[in-house]
Nanobody, 124 residues
Framework: QVQLVESGGGLGQAGGSLRLSCVVS????????MGWFRQAPGKEREFVAS????????QYADSVKGRFTISRDNAKNTVVLQMNTLKPEDTAVYYC?????????????????WGQGTQVTVSS
């Protein structure tokens, strides 16, 4: 059974930075492309960023492009979302997810495993 555990959420200030981590257990992370999604109160869960199995390909939502960076360390079974230049509209629960696809993936329905989520709150 694959498990994903996120950490690093919390309270940030507009213009500041936060770093989210996701540890994959139960199977080596290199077996999955990984993604980050977020869900704000009253809104649907939306794609944020994704990275292919080898880490050589990435994709970002337009709303975070140039501010967020996704990376992975398969030796440590870890995926990181570095969030810079935070905005209040980045406030949401952030979820790490894994898909058996090879390259990055934006479609939520293609993900097989999900973490429990971590709250990110950005104050203005």
């Amino acid at each position: 059974q694959v498990q994903l555990v996120e950490s690093g959420g919390g309270l940030g200030q507009a213009g500041g930075s936060l770093r989210l981590s996701c540890v994959v257990s139960g199977r080596t992370s290199s077996s999955y492309a990984m993604g980050w999604f977020r869900q704000a109160p009253g809104k649907e869960r939306e794609f944020v960023a994704s990275i292919g199995r080898s880490g050589g390909s990435t994709q970002y939502a337009d709303s975070v492009k140039g501010r967020f960076t996704i990376s992975r360390d398969n030796a440590k079974n870890t995926v990181v979302l570095q969030m810079n230049t935070l905005k209040p509209e980045d406030t949401a629960v952030y979820y790490c997810a894994a898909t058996t696809r090879l390259w990055w993936e934006t479609r939520i329905g293609q993900y097989n495993y999900w973490g429990q989520g971590t709250q990110v709150t950005v104050s203005s």
